[in-house]
């Protein structure tokens, strides 16, 4: 199994086999680890150049390497590519006939192949070659979708944990784009490689631009920032099938090559939404997060979410889909709180409720930060900047504070006027002295607050009651009907004159992209 190799050889190899003069980063001692016979667990984002860290010793070692693969669809590209540069291999699925499948383990058997692409689902039927006698390797890519801590757990990939068992001795590695400390542990352990090596890329993506603003008219937003950029590509993430078909359709009335991207699609029409977007023939693809994943086009400009993704791995992940050939690139992020609370509708009730809140509760933090959005993202991935990034909306303008004292107590102070059982619309409703029918119903017109904030237009007041939440003195029951209730530090501001700091609405949530405003 030991195979001892000298650098030149792999060079040589990527040279011949790949066409690169040199390793990225960690590449190197990957390969390495793996060729000697050692697991290891790869996170590298996405357009990293995780592939050649099995693909390369796949050339290099005796048997075949084993490509455990969750993308049906993309197999057959994967496969293509590898035969095009003069690496024997094929893929092995539900898609292909039982002949063309034992035409595959006869491959393998005659020692044919040097790597072989199987769904997860699909490997008790090579149950005839899977032992040492055929494997060198395995590899296990998109491997966060073991883990139910992950983003898109796939139950098929749970069983491969009999995998390392049953070939002690043959190298296993894993490769994800996708991973905090706990999906990583948990990856480790499913797969029976706790003792692996791992290997953990910076995730810092300098060439994008990361800017949020307030999901407020989105799509004359979108329409501004598609017009300062002319014939590029990107992506709109958005959270519905719907929302895809609509924000598609407008930006074609407008004469934008877009088009939509989701599951009730079907695998022709999705094949040729992915066809027409790589070959340059589509500008623009609304989708849901179905899209993208293995998608190798190196010069997306910019990625929209139009909707809060619901946590910064996913986030991260699909913003990653921009710049990949290193160029300048732009994330945007549409903010906005019906979102938040739509998204806490789905993980209700769920098995892991309370860990998908929490991460929920991170994007949102991402999204209302008030420092370096960079120093946030990578903190989450456990990495931590020394110097803000100078190229996110934070740092290119960052926001004013001002002494917000005593907006926070009229807020505060209504708050507890109606005993916590109003939510945000409510409370600035009172605030305004509005005369709609659920204040009068309830007589909120009543409280001794009601009208003492008139002054301040409604989404003022909401930006404003937001930060007072993100700054502990107020919280949301979402399983109360999302009432607003105090917290103990609310009593500091209201009884002990305690000094709150709030930004400026117009500053943090101005409306033309970062560049326009420097
Ligand atoms: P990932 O799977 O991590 O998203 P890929 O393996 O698809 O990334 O690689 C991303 C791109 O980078 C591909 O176009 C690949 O050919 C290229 N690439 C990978 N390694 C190197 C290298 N050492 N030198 C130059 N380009 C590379
Ligand atoms: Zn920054």
Not at 125 to 154: M, Q, V
Not at 191 to 203: R, T
Not at 243 to 263: D, F
Not at 346 to 359: D, R, S
């Amino acid at each position: 199994m030991r195979t001892s190799i000298d650098k030149n050889t792999l060079l040589t190899t990527l040279k011949t086999y790949f066409g690169y003069d040199s390793f990225r980063n960690e590449q190197s001692a990957i390969i390495e680890t793996v060729l000697n016979g050692e697991d290891a667990i790869v996170i590298m984002p996405t357009g990293g150049g995780k592939s050649i860290c099995y693909q390369l010793p796949a050339v290099l070692f005796e048997g075949l390497t084993l490509v455990i693969s969750p993308l049906i669809a993309l197999m057959k590209d994967q496969v293509d590519g590898l035969k095009a540069n003069g690496i024997a291999a094929d893929f092995y699925n539900s898609s292909q006939s039982a002949e063309d499948q034992q035409a595959i383990i006869d491959q393998v058997a005659n020692r044919d192949l040097k790597l072989l692409y199987v769904a997860p689902e699909s490997l008790a039927g090579l149950n005839p070659i899977l032992n040492k006698t055929y494997i060198s390797c395995i590899a296990i890519d998109e491997a966060h979708c073991i883990s139910s801590w992950g983003h898109d757990f796939r139950p098929s990939y749970q069983q491969l944990g009999f995998l390392k068992k049953s070939l002690p001795q043959i190298p296993m590695i894993a490769l994800t784009a996708t991973a905090d400390k706990a999906t990583r542990e948990d990856i480790a352990n499913q797969l029976n490689i706790s003792h692996a090596k791992q290997f953990i890329s910076s995730f810092d993506r300098k060439n994008i631009t990361l800017e949020v603003r307030a999901a407020d008219k989105r799509l004359d937003q979108i329409k501004r920032f598609l017009e300062k950029r002319p014939d590029t590509s990107g992506i709109i993430y958005c959270l519905s099938r719907k929302t895809t078909e609509s924000v598609s359709t407008s930006l074609a009335a407008e004469g934008i090559k877009a088009t939509c991207y989701h599951a009730g699609l079907s695998f022709d029409e999705r094949n040729k939404v992915q066809e027409d977007f790589i070959y340059d023939k589509t500008q623009v693809v609304c989708a849901t997060v179905a899209f993208g994943m293995g998608i190798d086009k190196s010069n997306v400009r910019w990625v929209i979410h139009y909707n809060m993704p619901k946590n910064l791995e996913g986030y991260y992940q699909e913003i990653g889909r921009a710049g990949r050939d290193g160029l300048k690139s732009h994330a945007l992020l549409f903010h906005s709180y019906a979102d938040v609370l739509q998204l806490r509708r789905f993980t209700q009730g769920a098995g892991n409720e309370e860990v998908q809140n929490a991460k929920l509760d991170r994007m949102k933090q991402y999204a209302e930060a008030t420092t370096c959005r960079r120093k946030i993202l990578l903190s989450y991935f456990g990495e931590f900047l020394a110097e803000d990034c100078g190229n996110c909306d934070v740092c290119k303008n960052p926001p004013q504070f001002f002494d917000g004292t005593i907006l926070a107590q009229k807020a505060l102070s209504t708050i507890a006027r109606v005993k916590g059982k109003e939510p945000i619309g409510a409370i600035i409703d009172i605030l305004r002295g509005a005369k709609n029918a659920h204040i009068l119903d309830h007589q909120l017109d009543q409280v001794s607050t009601y009208g003492i904030g008139k002054d301040v237009s409604w989404k003022d007041w909401q930006h404003y009651v937001l930060q007072l939440i993100n700054q502990g003195y107020c919280e949301i029951a979402f399983h109360l009907r999302n009432n607003l209730h105090l917290t103990e530090s609310s009593k500091e501001v209201l009884f002990n004159g305690k000094k709150v700091r709030l930004t400026a609405p117009t500053e943090v949530l101005k409306q033309e992209p970062v560049e326009a405003r420097k």
